[in-house]
């Protein structure tokens, strides 16, 4: 008997402070990108879908778009 399923995994593309909208001041993020991922046996294989990357705040736990990094968002 296989069993099978699937399962979303994060990766952290990368780390740093950024000005979060929710918490109105500098808190530390990470940037991660969400993948879906084909499991056998509870094992990852293989992921068959990538959605796209957000920034979540640390602190609140809030997740953004990614254009929150960017200087002209905040301007
Ligand atoms: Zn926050």
Not at 29 to 38: G, H, K
Request: proline fraction near 5%.
């Amino acid at each position: 008997m296989l069993i099978w399923g699937n399962k979303t995994l994060f990766k952290t593309l990368s780390e740093g402070v950024f000005h979060c909208p929710r918490c109105g001041v500098a808190r530390a993020y990470r940037q991660r990108l969400a993948r879906r991922w084909f499991t056998l046996f509870f094992i990852p294989v293989f992921p068959y879908r990538t959605d796209d990357s957000h920034v979540e705040c640390t602190t609140c736990k809030g997740t953004f778009h990614d254009a929150v990094l960017q200087p002209s968002a905040t301007a």
